[in-house]
Protein backbone atom coordinates (compact mmCIF):
# COMPACT_ATOMS: atom_id res chain seq x y z
CA UNK A 1 0.00 0.00 0.00
CA UNK A 2 1.56 3.38 -0.99
CA UNK A 3 1.94 6.18 1.70
CA UNK A 4 -0.44 8.44 -0.42
CA UNK A 5 -3.03 5.18 -0.79
CA UNK A 6 -3.09 5.23 3.33
CA UNK A 7 -2.56 8.47 4.84
CA UNK A 8 -6.30 9.43 4.09
CA UNK A 9 -7.15 6.63 6.89
CA UNK A 10 -5.02 8.02 9.38
CA UNK A 11 -6.66 11.13 8.79
CA UNK A 12 -10.01 9.07 9.70
CA UNK A 13 -9.21 7.66 12.29
CA UNK A 14 -7.98 10.98 13.77
CA UNK A 15 -11.46 12.16 13.24
CA UNK A 16 -12.70 8.90 14.72
CA UNK A 17 -10.51 9.71 17.61
CA UNK A 18 -11.31 13.07 18.26
CA UNK A 19 -14.93 13.06 17.36
CA UNK A 20 -16.12 9.54 19.02
CA UNK A 21 -13.60 8.57 21.07
CA UNK A 22 -12.24 5.82 19.91
CA UNK A 23 -9.79 3.68 21.76
CA UNK A 24 -6.15 3.38 20.80
CA UNK A 25 -6.64 0.10 20.09
CA UNK A 26 -8.55 0.14 17.32
CA UNK A 27 -4.95 1.45 15.21
CA UNK A 28 -4.07 -2.66 15.88
CA UNK A 29 -7.25 -3.91 15.03
CA UNK A 30 -6.91 -2.37 11.62
CA UNK A 31 -3.41 -3.44 10.91
CA UNK A 32 -4.62 -6.90 9.14
CA UNK A 33 -6.45 -4.91 6.52
CA UNK A 34 -4.35 -1.71 6.24
CA UNK A 35 -0.71 -3.09 6.16
CA UNK A 36 2.14 -2.52 8.72
CA UNK A 37 3.21 0.78 7.34
CA UNK A 38 -0.58 2.54 7.52
CA UNK A 39 -0.61 0.58 11.23
CA UNK A 40 2.94 2.68 11.99
CA UNK A 41 1.59 5.63 10.65
CA UNK A 42 -1.57 5.25 12.83
CA UNK A 43 -0.21 4.09 16.14
CA UNK A 44 2.68 7.40 15.39
CA UNK A 45 -0.33 9.72 15.45
CA UNK A 46 -2.54 8.75 18.12
CA UNK A 47 -0.60 10.67 20.78
CA UNK A 48 -0.55 13.73 19.18
CA UNK A 49 -4.24 13.22 19.04
CA UNK A 50 -4.66 12.66 22.63
CA UNK A 51 -6.06 9.67 24.33
CA UNK A 52 -9.84 10.00 24.70
CA UNK A 53 -12.18 6.94 25.40
CA UNK A 54 -15.62 6.14 24.93
CA UNK A 55 -18.17 6.56 28.10
CA UNK A 56 -21.52 5.51 28.37
CA UNK A 57 -24.48 5.86 30.46
CA UNK A 58 -27.24 2.95 31.11
CA UNK A 59 -30.19 4.57 33.43
CA UNK A 60 -33.02 1.85 34.12
CA UNK A 61 -36.02 2.53 35.68
CA UNK A 62 -36.98 0.27 38.63
CA UNK A 63 -40.09 -1.04 39.78
CA UNK A 64 -40.86 -3.28 42.80
CA UNK A 65 -44.68 -5.06 42.88
CA UNK A 66 -45.32 -2.58 39.81
CA UNK A 67 -44.31 0.44 41.73
CA UNK A 68 -41.58 2.42 40.77
CA UNK A 69 -39.17 2.75 43.36
CA UNK A 70 -36.03 4.72 41.20
CA UNK A 71 -33.51 4.42 38.70
CA UNK A 72 -30.09 2.12 38.03
CA UNK A 73 -27.21 4.72 37.03
CA UNK A 74 -24.29 2.73 35.22
CA UNK A 75 -21.56 4.07 33.82
CA UNK A 76 -19.11 2.36 31.78
CA UNK A 77 -15.57 3.66 31.38
CA UNK A 78 -12.52 2.61 28.84
CA UNK A 79 -9.47 3.44 30.87
CA UNK A 80 -5.95 2.30 30.72
CA UNK A 81 -5.31 -0.09 33.63
CA UNK A 82 -3.51 1.48 36.25
CA UNK A 83 -4.48 4.60 35.82
CA UNK A 84 -6.52 6.64 38.13
CA UNK A 85 -9.76 8.26 36.98
CA UNK A 86 -11.31 11.36 39.51
CA UNK A 87 -15.24 11.56 39.08
CA UNK A 88 -17.15 14.47 39.92
CA UNK A 89 -20.35 13.68 42.09
CA UNK A 90 -23.32 16.35 42.43
CA UNK A 91 -24.00 17.73 45.78
CA UNK A 92 -27.34 17.27 45.03
CA UNK A 93 -27.29 13.06 44.14
CA UNK A 94 -25.98 12.22 47.42
CA UNK A 95 -29.16 12.70 49.54
CA UNK A 96 -30.72 10.74 47.03
CA UNK A 97 -28.77 7.87 46.51
CA UNK A 98 -29.68 3.85 48.37
CA UNK A 99 -27.58 2.50 51.21
CA UNK A 100 -25.37 0.70 49.02
CA UNK A 101 -24.11 3.91 47.41
CA UNK A 102 -21.45 3.77 45.12
CA UNK A 103 -20.21 -0.07 43.64
CA UNK A 104 -17.05 -0.20 41.89
CA UNK A 105 -16.07 -3.32 38.72
CA UNK A 106 -13.14 -3.25 37.20
CA UNK A 107 -11.55 -0.97 39.89
CA UNK A 108 -10.98 0.28 43.49
CA UNK A 109 -11.49 3.18 45.11
CA UNK A 110 -9.10 5.32 46.09
CA UNK A 111 -8.77 7.43 49.83
CA UNK A 112 -11.91 7.48 52.14
CA UNK A 113 -13.64 4.61 49.36
CA UNK A 114 -16.87 5.11 47.92
CA UNK A 115 -17.78 8.15 49.82
CA UNK A 116 -17.17 11.49 48.31
CA UNK A 117 -15.14 14.29 49.62
CA UNK A 118 -15.19 17.62 48.22
CA UNK A 119 -18.07 16.38 45.67
CA UNK A 120 -15.29 13.90 44.44
CA UNK A 121 -14.50 10.21 43.94
CA UNK A 122 -10.89 8.82 43.05
CA UNK A 123 -10.69 5.41 41.24
CA UNK A 124 -7.49 3.09 40.35
CA UNK A 125 -7.92 1.13 37.25
CA UNK A 126 -7.37 -2.56 37.55
CA UNK A 127 -8.74 -3.46 33.77
CA UNK A 128 -9.57 -1.97 30.64
CA UNK A 129 -13.16 -1.45 31.88
CA UNK A 130 -14.34 0.13 34.97
CA UNK A 131 -18.28 0.32 35.21
CA UNK A 132 -19.76 2.46 38.46
CA UNK A 133 -23.15 1.69 39.47
CA UNK A 134 -25.59 3.73 41.80
CA UNK A 135 -29.28 3.86 42.24
CA UNK A 136 -31.28 6.86 43.05
CA UNK A 137 -34.36 6.49 45.07
CA UNK A 138 -37.97 7.37 44.43
CA UNK A 139 -39.24 9.22 47.38
CA UNK A 140 -42.64 7.68 46.67
CA UNK A 141 -44.83 10.59 46.65
CA UNK A 142 -47.49 10.64 44.78
CA UNK A 143 -47.50 14.13 44.00
CA UNK A 144 -47.85 14.75 40.15
CA UNK A 145 -45.83 18.25 40.35
CA UNK A 146 -42.85 19.39 41.86
CA UNK A 147 -41.70 22.16 44.43
CA UNK A 148 -38.53 23.46 42.56
CA UNK A 149 -36.15 22.74 39.81
CA UNK A 150 -34.68 20.43 41.71
CA UNK A 151 -34.73 16.52 41.28
CA UNK A 152 -37.83 15.26 41.45
CA UNK A 153 -38.54 11.03 42.18
CA UNK A 154 -41.91 10.36 42.74
CA UNK A 155 -44.17 7.22 42.38
CA UNK A 156 -45.48 7.91 39.26
CA UNK A 157 -42.99 10.21 37.54
CA UNK A 158 -39.46 11.57 37.38
CA UNK A 159 -37.14 15.06 36.34
CA UNK A 160 -33.40 15.20 37.12
CA UNK A 161 -30.63 16.75 35.10
CA UNK A 162 -26.99 15.85 34.18
CA UNK A 163 -25.79 17.98 36.25
CA UNK A 164 -27.60 17.10 39.45
CA UNK A 165 -27.43 13.53 38.72
CA UNK A 166 -24.62 11.70 36.96
CA UNK A 167 -21.52 11.33 37.76
CA UNK A 168 -18.49 12.82 35.35
CA UNK A 169 -15.20 11.67 34.76
CA UNK A 170 -12.60 14.89 35.22
CA UNK A 171 -10.18 15.60 32.37
CA UNK A 172 -12.14 14.00 29.65
CA UNK A 173 -14.67 17.07 28.41
CA UNK A 174 -13.75 16.19 24.81
CA UNK A 175 -14.67 12.41 25.04
CA UNK A 176 -17.72 10.75 23.28
CA UNK A 177 -20.13 10.05 25.41
CA UNK A 178 -23.95 8.32 25.19
CA UNK A 179 -26.65 7.73 27.36
CA UNK A 180 -29.41 5.08 27.38
CA UNK A 181 -32.72 5.25 29.35
CA UNK A 182 -34.86 2.29 29.22
CA UNK A 183 -38.37 2.96 30.78
CA UNK A 184 -41.38 1.05 32.39
CA UNK A 185 -44.06 -0.13 30.25
CA UNK A 186 -46.47 2.36 30.10
CA UNK A 187 -44.15 5.07 30.43
CA UNK A 188 -42.84 8.07 28.41
CA UNK A 189 -39.11 8.79 29.27
CA UNK A 190 -37.44 11.82 26.95
CA UNK A 191 -34.26 13.72 26.85
CA UNK A 192 -32.67 16.27 25.25
CA UNK A 193 -29.97 14.17 24.49
CA UNK A 194 -30.40 12.44 21.23
CA UNK A 195 -27.14 10.71 20.25
CA UNK A 196 -23.59 10.88 21.30
CA UNK A 197 -22.02 14.10 22.94
CA UNK A 198 -18.95 15.50 23.91
CA UNK A 199 -19.30 14.46 27.99
CA UNK A 200 -18.85 18.22 28.88
CA UNK A 201 -22.73 18.56 27.11
CA UNK A 202 -23.74 15.73 29.36
CA UNK A 203 -24.52 17.80 32.64
CA UNK A 204 -26.29 20.01 30.31
CA UNK A 205 -29.20 17.24 30.05
CA UNK A 206 -33.01 16.55 31.69
CA UNK A 207 -34.32 13.38 31.89
CA UNK A 208 -38.03 13.30 32.20
CA UNK A 209 -40.62 10.64 32.17
CA UNK A 210 -43.51 9.01 33.96
CA UNK A 211 -46.93 7.23 32.92
CA UNK A 212 -48.43 10.89 32.97
CA UNK A 213 -45.98 12.05 30.41
CA UNK A 214 -47.01 12.32 26.43
CA UNK A 215 -44.96 13.67 23.76
CA UNK A 216 -46.24 16.34 21.07
CA UNK A 217 -43.65 17.63 17.88
CA UNK A 218 -44.07 20.18 15.08
CA UNK A 219 -41.36 20.18 12.01
CA UNK A 220 -40.45 23.68 11.34
CA UNK A 221 -37.70 24.20 8.73
CA UNK A 222 -37.08 20.78 8.37
CA UNK A 223 -36.54 20.39 12.34
CA UNK A 224 -38.32 18.83 14.57
CA UNK A 225 -39.64 20.71 17.80
CA UNK A 226 -40.61 18.15 20.44
CA UNK A 227 -42.54 18.93 24.01
CA UNK A 228 -42.58 16.68 26.80
CA UNK A 229 -45.47 17.22 28.95
CA UNK A 230 -47.75 15.97 31.74
CA UNK A 231 -51.22 15.17 30.80
CA UNK A 232 -52.18 18.02 33.66
CA UNK A 233 -50.82 20.83 31.16
CA UNK A 234 -52.59 19.51 28.35
CA UNK A 235 -54.46 22.34 27.93
CA UNK A 236 -51.73 24.48 27.34
CA UNK A 237 -49.13 22.09 25.00
CA UNK A 238 -50.26 22.80 21.72
CA UNK A 239 -50.43 26.51 22.72
CA UNK A 240 -47.18 26.53 23.99
CA UNK A 241 -45.44 24.48 21.22
CA UNK A 242 -47.28 26.49 18.93
CA UNK A 243 -45.72 29.70 20.23
CA UNK A 244 -42.25 28.56 21.29
CA UNK A 245 -41.95 27.39 17.18
CA UNK A 246 -42.93 30.62 16.37
CA UNK A 247 -40.17 32.69 18.67
CA UNK A 248 -37.35 30.03 18.45
CA UNK A 249 -37.65 30.45 14.44
CA UNK A 250 -37.42 34.26 15.03
CA UNK A 251 -34.70 34.09 17.13
CA UNK A 252 -32.64 31.27 14.86
CA UNK A 253 -33.08 33.23 11.78
CA UNK A 254 -31.83 36.58 13.98
CA UNK A 255 -28.63 34.68 14.66
CA UNK A 256 -28.75 33.77 11.34
CA UNK A 257 -28.25 29.89 12.16
CA UNK A 258 -30.24 26.70 10.84
CA UNK A 259 -33.14 25.42 12.22
CA UNK A 260 -31.97 22.37 14.25
CA UNK A 261 -33.91 20.15 16.53
CA UNK A 262 -35.28 21.35 19.70
CA UNK A 263 -36.13 19.58 22.51
CA UNK A 264 -38.62 21.44 25.59
CA UNK A 265 -39.28 19.22 28.67
CA UNK A 266 -42.05 20.20 30.85
CA UNK A 267 -42.74 20.21 34.21
CA UNK A 268 -45.70 21.19 36.38
CA UNK A 269 -45.14 22.91 39.72
CA UNK A 270 -47.34 23.08 43.00
CA UNK A 271 -47.42 26.55 43.11
CA UNK A 272 -50.10 27.46 40.30
CA UNK A 273 -48.61 30.65 39.85
CA UNK A 274 -45.10 29.58 39.41
CA UNK A 275 -42.72 29.58 36.65
CA UNK A 276 -39.27 29.34 35.78
CA UNK A 277 -36.89 27.74 33.25
CA UNK A 278 -33.47 26.59 32.44
CA UNK A 279 -31.38 26.20 29.23
CA UNK A 280 -29.76 23.01 27.94
CA UNK A 281 -27.65 21.83 25.06
CA UNK A 282 -30.26 21.96 22.42
CA UNK A 283 -33.37 22.90 24.01
CA UNK A 284 -34.69 23.92 27.52
CA UNK A 285 -36.90 23.05 30.29
CA UNK A 286 -39.94 24.91 32.16
CA UNK A 287 -41.54 24.62 35.14
CA UNK A 288 -44.98 25.77 34.95
CA UNK A 289 -47.85 26.02 37.55
CA UNK A 290 -51.67 25.80 35.89
CA UNK A 291 -52.73 29.33 36.26
CA UNK A 292 -49.30 30.61 34.23
CA UNK A 293 -50.64 33.10 32.33
CA UNK A 294 -49.99 33.58 28.42
CA UNK A 295 -47.63 35.98 28.07
CA UNK A 296 -45.14 34.69 30.96
CA UNK A 297 -44.83 31.51 29.75
CA UNK A 298 -43.79 33.09 26.12
CA UNK A 299 -41.50 35.44 28.09
CA UNK A 300 -39.96 32.07 29.41
CA UNK A 301 -39.32 30.18 26.55
CA UNK A 302 -38.25 33.41 24.59
CA UNK A 303 -35.74 33.65 27.30
CA UNK A 304 -34.65 30.39 27.79
CA UNK A 305 -33.79 29.53 24.15
CA UNK A 306 -31.58 32.37 23.57
CA UNK A 307 -29.42 31.05 25.87
CA UNK A 308 -28.61 28.61 22.76
CA UNK A 309 -26.59 31.99 21.78
CA UNK A 310 -25.97 33.73 24.75
CA UNK A 311 -23.92 32.49 26.14
CA UNK A 312 -22.94 29.51 24.64
CA UNK A 313 -22.61 30.63 21.38
CA UNK A 314 -20.71 33.67 21.69
CA UNK A 315 -17.58 31.88 24.03
CA UNK A 316 -19.56 29.99 26.78
CA UNK A 317 -19.02 30.70 30.58
CA UNK A 318 -15.55 31.08 32.25
CA UNK A 319 -14.42 27.75 33.57
CA UNK A 320 -14.95 29.14 37.46
CA UNK A 321 -17.13 31.34 38.97
CA UNK A 322 -19.51 31.75 35.82
CA UNK A 323 -21.62 34.16 38.09
CA UNK A 324 -19.40 37.12 37.76
CA UNK A 325 -20.48 36.75 33.52
CA UNK A 326 -24.43 37.20 34.58
CA UNK A 327 -24.57 40.42 34.07
CA UNK A 328 -23.71 38.70 30.01
CA UNK A 329 -25.32 35.73 30.27
CA UNK A 330 -28.91 36.89 31.90
CA UNK A 331 -28.36 41.00 31.31
CA UNK A 332 -28.08 40.49 27.17
CA UNK A 333 -30.61 37.59 26.91
CA UNK A 334 -33.27 40.22 28.59
CA UNK A 335 -32.58 42.63 26.34
CA UNK A 336 -32.87 40.24 23.37
CA UNK A 337 -35.92 38.64 24.62
CA UNK A 338 -38.22 42.13 24.76
CA UNK A 339 -36.54 43.05 21.42
CA UNK A 340 -37.29 39.57 19.91
CA UNK A 341 -40.85 39.29 21.48
CA UNK A 342 -42.01 42.51 19.72
CA UNK A 343 -40.51 42.23 16.54
CA UNK A 344 -41.92 39.05 15.77
CA UNK A 345 -45.34 39.76 16.45
CA UNK A 346 -45.54 37.59 19.35
CA UNK A 347 -46.04 41.10 21.56
CA UNK A 348 -47.25 44.77 21.28
CA UNK A 349 -45.30 47.67 21.92
CA UNK A 350 -47.23 48.64 25.18
CA UNK A 351 -46.36 44.86 26.36
CA UNK A 352 -42.33 45.66 25.74
CA UNK A 353 -43.25 48.79 27.58
CA UNK A 354 -44.51 47.24 30.24
CA UNK A 355 -41.84 44.50 30.38
CA UNK A 356 -39.45 47.51 30.32
CA UNK A 357 -40.78 49.45 33.44
CA UNK A 358 -40.79 45.97 35.50
CA UNK A 359 -37.00 45.30 35.35
CA UNK A 360 -36.24 49.76 35.60
CA UNK A 361 -38.66 49.70 38.35
CA UNK A 362 -36.65 46.51 40.34
CA UNK A 363 -33.19 47.97 39.24
CA UNK A 364 -34.20 51.60 40.66
CA UNK A 365 -35.78 50.71 43.94
CA UNK A 366 -33.18 47.59 44.19
CA UNK A 367 -31.79 47.80 48.05
CA UNK A 368 -28.24 46.24 45.72
CA UNK A 369 -28.45 48.16 42.96
CA UNK A 370 -24.74 49.59 43.49
CA UNK A 371 -23.20 45.80 44.72
CA UNK A 372 -19.96 45.22 42.91
CA UNK A 373 -20.22 42.37 40.61
CA UNK A 374 -18.09 40.16 43.57
CA UNK A 375 -21.63 40.36 45.96
CA UNK A 376 -23.16 38.42 43.00
CA UNK A 377 -20.59 36.09 42.87
CA UNK A 378 -21.17 35.48 46.80
CA UNK A 379 -24.54 36.12 47.01
CA UNK A 380 -26.65 35.35 43.65
CA UNK A 381 -28.04 31.94 44.79
CA UNK A 382 -29.31 32.94 48.47
CA UNK A 383 -30.24 36.50 47.61
CA UNK A 384 -33.48 37.18 45.71
CA UNK A 385 -32.71 41.28 44.90
CA UNK A 386 -28.80 39.98 44.48
CA UNK A 387 -30.18 37.02 42.10
CA UNK A 388 -32.20 39.69 39.58
CA UNK A 389 -29.28 42.34 39.90
CA UNK A 390 -27.38 41.48 36.92
CA UNK A 391 -30.72 40.39 34.87
CA UNK A 392 -31.55 44.36 35.07
CA UNK A 393 -28.11 45.77 35.21
CA UNK A 394 -26.76 43.63 31.90
CA UNK A 395 -30.10 44.50 30.28
CA UNK A 396 -29.55 48.30 30.79
CA UNK A 397 -26.40 48.47 30.02
CA UNK A 398 -26.89 46.32 26.55
CA UNK A 399 -29.49 49.40 25.46
CA UNK A 400 -26.48 51.91 26.29
CA UNK A 401 -23.78 50.52 24.44
CA UNK A 402 -26.01 49.28 21.33
CA UNK A 403 -26.29 53.37 21.15
CA UNK A 404 -22.42 54.23 21.84
CA UNK A 405 -21.56 51.51 19.11
CA UNK A 406 -24.13 53.57 16.72
CA UNK A 407 -23.04 56.67 17.65
CA UNK A 408 -19.10 55.76 17.43
CA UNK A 409 -19.76 54.27 13.94
CA UNK A 410 -22.26 57.13 12.48
CA UNK A 411 -24.76 54.00 12.69
CA UNK A 412 -23.08 51.56 10.70
CA UNK A 413 -22.40 49.11 14.01
CA UNK A 414 -24.74 47.92 16.89
CA UNK A 415 -25.01 45.77 19.14
CA UNK A 416 -26.60 42.75 17.18
CA UNK A 417 -23.69 43.42 14.41
CA UNK A 418 -21.11 42.77 17.72
CA UNK A 419 -22.67 39.87 18.95
CA UNK A 420 -22.65 38.51 15.75
CA UNK A 421 -19.14 38.81 14.84
CA UNK A 422 -18.49 37.67 18.32
CA UNK A 423 -20.34 34.35 17.41
CA UNK A 424 -17.89 33.79 14.73
CA UNK A 425 -15.15 34.10 16.63
CA UNK A 426 -16.14 31.72 19.06
CA UNK A 427 -16.39 29.13 16.44
CA UNK A 428 -13.34 30.06 15.10
CA UNK A 429 -11.58 29.70 18.92
CA UNK A 430 -13.30 26.71 19.37
CA UNK A 431 -11.84 24.96 16.08
CA UNK A 432 -8.57 26.13 17.24
CA UNK A 433 -8.89 24.80 20.81
CA UNK A 434 -8.71 28.37 22.42
CA UNK A 435 -10.94 29.05 24.82
CA UNK A 436 -11.81 32.84 25.14
CA UNK A 437 -15.40 32.76 27.71
CA UNK A 438 -18.00 35.13 26.48
CA UNK A 439 -17.64 38.06 28.77
CA UNK A 440 -13.78 38.06 27.98
CA UNK A 441 -14.59 37.70 24.18
CA UNK A 442 -17.33 40.72 23.60
CA UNK A 443 -14.54 43.96 24.65
CA UNK A 444 -12.00 42.32 22.11
CA UNK A 445 -14.54 42.09 19.38
CA UNK A 446 -16.57 45.94 20.55
CA UNK A 447 -13.05 47.31 20.33
CA UNK A 448 -12.57 45.69 16.74
CA UNK A 449 -15.37 46.56 15.27
CA UNK A 450 -16.39 50.11 16.96
CA UNK A 451 -12.66 51.23 17.88
CA UNK A 452 -14.37 51.44 21.59
CA UNK A 453 -12.13 49.99 24.82
CA UNK A 454 -14.89 49.09 26.91
CA UNK A 455 -12.61 48.77 29.92
CA UNK A 456 -13.89 51.68 31.59
CA UNK A 457 -17.36 50.75 31.00
CA UNK A 458 -17.43 47.49 32.25
CA UNK A 459 -15.00 48.71 34.84
CA UNK A 460 -17.43 51.32 36.44
CA UNK A 461 -20.71 49.38 36.03
CA UNK A 462 -19.83 45.34 36.03
CA UNK A 463 -17.30 45.52 38.36
CA UNK A 464 -17.45 48.27 40.90
CA UNK A 465 -21.98 48.46 40.39
CA UNK A 466 -22.01 52.29 39.71
CA UNK A 467 -25.76 53.32 38.93
CA UNK A 468 -26.77 53.23 35.11
CA UNK A 469 -29.75 55.24 33.48
CA UNK A 470 -30.86 55.32 29.85
CA UNK A 471 -30.59 58.51 28.02
CA UNK A 472 -33.64 60.38 26.77
CA UNK A 473 -33.15 58.77 23.58
CA UNK A 474 -31.82 55.70 24.41
CA UNK A 475 -34.41 53.52 23.03
CA UNK A 476 -35.10 56.10 20.65
CA UNK A 477 -37.48 58.31 19.88
CA UNK A 478 -41.04 56.22 20.13
CA UNK A 479 -40.78 56.30 23.57
CA UNK A 480 -40.46 58.87 27.00
CA UNK A 481 -37.96 58.15 29.32
CA UNK A 482 -39.59 59.51 32.67
CA UNK A 483 -38.52 59.64 36.48
CA UNK A 484 -41.23 58.68 39.33
CA UNK A 485 -40.31 59.19 42.79
CA UNK A 486 -42.46 57.61 45.52
CA UNK A 487 -42.19 56.40 49.22
CA UNK A 488 -39.52 53.63 49.67
CA UNK A 489 -40.93 50.03 50.24
CA UNK A 490 -41.00 48.74 53.82
CA UNK A 491 -42.25 45.57 54.23
CA UNK A 492 -42.30 45.90 57.66
CA UNK A 493 -41.28 42.51 59.26
CA UNK A 494 -37.70 40.25 58.52
CA UNK A 495 -38.95 38.42 55.67
CA UNK A 496 -35.82 36.12 55.27
CA UNK A 497 -36.30 34.99 58.95
CA UNK A 498 -39.91 34.71 58.77
CA UNK A 499 -39.21 32.04 55.85
CA UNK A 500 -36.60 30.76 57.96
CA UNK A 501 -38.78 29.95 61.41
CA UNK A 502 -41.22 28.59 58.71
CA UNK A 503 -43.22 31.17 58.21
CA UNK A 504 -43.83 32.15 61.87
CA UNK A 505 -43.44 36.09 61.68
CA UNK A 506 -40.34 37.34 63.07
CA UNK A 507 -38.80 40.63 63.18
CA UNK A 508 -42.01 42.86 63.38
CA UNK A 509 -40.78 46.76 63.08
CA UNK A 510 -43.02 48.49 66.02
CA UNK A 511 -45.25 51.20 64.31
CA UNK A 512 -44.23 49.93 60.73
CA UNK A 513 -46.64 49.20 57.88
CA UNK A 514 -47.28 45.47 59.07
CA UNK A 515 -47.83 45.86 62.11
CA UNK A 516 -50.46 49.09 61.09
CA UNK A 517 -52.41 46.76 58.99
CA UNK A 518 -52.86 44.10 62.40
CA UNK A 519 -49.79 41.75 61.78
CA UNK A 520 -48.22 40.55 65.07
CA UNK A 521 -44.94 38.90 66.23
CA UNK A 522 -45.29 35.29 66.05
CA UNK A 523 -48.34 35.29 63.80
CA UNK A 524 -48.45 31.95 61.54
CA UNK A 525 -48.47 33.68 57.60
CA UNK A 526 -48.49 31.65 54.53
CA UNK A 527 -46.49 33.43 52.00
CA UNK A 528 -47.25 33.31 48.16
CA UNK A 529 -45.67 35.91 46.31
CA UNK A 530 -43.35 37.35 44.20
CA UNK A 531 -40.38 39.52 46.22
CA UNK A 532 -40.55 43.21 45.55
CA UNK A 533 -39.47 47.01 46.64
CA UNK A 534 -42.14 48.09 44.90
CA UNK A 535 -44.21 50.26 47.03
CA UNK A 536 -46.50 50.46 44.66
CA UNK A 537 -47.61 46.72 44.66
CA UNK A 538 -50.11 45.68 47.92
CA UNK A 539 -48.96 42.97 50.08
CA UNK A 540 -51.53 40.14 50.90
CA UNK A 541 -50.52 37.89 53.42
CA UNK A 542 -53.23 34.67 54.93
CA UNK A 543 -52.58 34.13 58.92
CA UNK A 544 -53.72 30.83 60.59
CA UNK A 545 -56.05 31.39 63.10
CA UNK A 546 -55.85 27.64 64.26
CA UNK A 547 -58.33 24.98 63.90
CA UNK A 548 -58.04 25.69 60.15
CA UNK A 549 -59.22 28.75 60.23
CA UNK A 550 -57.47 31.60 58.28
CA UNK A 551 -58.14 35.29 57.52
CA UNK A 552 -56.07 37.78 55.09
CA UNK A 553 -54.21 40.83 55.97
CA UNK A 554 -53.59 43.27 52.89
CA UNK A 555 -51.56 46.61 52.94
CA UNK A 556 -49.34 48.76 51.30
CA UNK A 557 -45.34 48.63 52.03
CA UNK A 558 -44.92 52.55 52.72
CA UNK A 559 -41.55 53.23 54.24
CA UNK A 560 -40.27 56.75 55.71
CA UNK A 561 -38.63 58.70 52.37
CA UNK A 562 -38.83 58.32 49.05
CA UNK A 563 -36.94 56.70 45.80
CA UNK A 564 -36.37 57.90 42.31
CA UNK A 565 -36.44 55.16 39.40
CA UNK A 566 -36.74 55.62 35.56
CA UNK A 567 -40.00 53.94 33.63
CA UNK A 568 -40.97 54.52 29.97
CA UNK A 569 -43.87 55.78 28.34
CA UNK A 570 -45.09 55.43 24.52
CA UNK A 571 -44.55 59.13 23.44
CA UNK A 572 -48.22 60.62 22.50
CA UNK A 573 -47.36 62.45 19.41
CA UNK A 574 -45.33 59.36 17.06
CA UNK A 575 -43.35 60.61 14.78
CA UNK A 576 -43.42 59.11 11.47
CA UNK A 577 -40.59 56.76 11.78
CA UNK A 578 -42.48 54.61 14.58
CA UNK A 579 -44.58 51.94 13.70
CA UNK A 580 -45.74 48.36 15.31
CA UNK A 581 -43.00 45.55 15.62
CA UNK A 582 -40.10 47.85 15.49
CA UNK A 583 -38.07 47.42 18.61
CA UNK A 584 -36.77 50.97 19.04
CA UNK A 585 -33.54 52.61 18.63
CA UNK A 586 -32.52 48.67 17.24
CA UNK A 587 -32.28 48.44 13.79
CA UNK A 588 -29.51 46.22 12.81
CA UNK A 589 -26.59 47.58 10.54
CA UNK A 590 -26.05 44.90 7.00
CA UNK A 591 -25.88 42.01 8.04
CA UNK A 592 -21.99 42.11 6.31
CA UNK A 593 -20.49 43.74 9.26
CA UNK A 594 -20.60 40.87 11.04
CA UNK A 595 -17.95 38.79 8.94
CA UNK A 596 -15.15 37.66 10.53
CA UNK A 597 -11.52 39.58 9.40
CA UNK A 598 -9.28 37.21 7.80
CA UNK A 599 -6.88 36.29 10.89
CA UNK A 600 -3.32 34.31 9.18
CA UNK A 601 -3.01 31.52 12.27
CA UNK A 602 0.60 31.66 13.88
CA UNK A 603 1.66 27.48 13.66
Not at 219 to 226: I, Y
Not at 512 to 528: C, F, S, T, V, Y
Not at 533 to 538: A, C, E, H, K, L
Request: hydrophobic share 40%; proline share 5%.
Amino acid sequence: MSRQNHFPAVALIALLVSTYGVVPTLAESLAPVMGDQANNDIAASLPMLGRTYPIHYQISTERVAERFTGLLVRLDLSVEPGSTTTLDVPDQLTSHLSASGFVIDGGDWIGGGAVPKDDKLALKAASPHVTITYHILSDGSEDLNADSQHMVLHANWFSMRGDESLVIPEGRGTASASVDVSELPGWTVTSNLTGPVPLSQVGDSIFLGGSNYRVMSRTVSGATFRLAYPTALSNKAAALLDAASTIMTAERRFWGTPAKPVYIGLIELKDDADFSGRGLQGGFSLYLGDAVEHKSWLRLIAHENLHNWISRSIGGFPATDSNLEAWLNEGFTEAYTARLLLSSGLWTEQDYIDDWNISLARYGTSPVKTAPNSRILVDRQRDYDVNKLPYDRGRILAVILDQKFRTKTHGRVGLDDVLRAQMLDAKHNEKAARVISADQLFPEVAKRLTGLDLTDDLGRFIDRGESLSLGPDTLGACVTVNIVTQPVFDRGFDLHATFKAHGVLTGLESGGPAEKAGLREGDKLRIDETPTNDSRVTLSYRVDDGDGQSHTVSYRPIGTGTVSFQQLAARAIRPKTCSSNVAWGWKSAPATLAKRPHRKETP
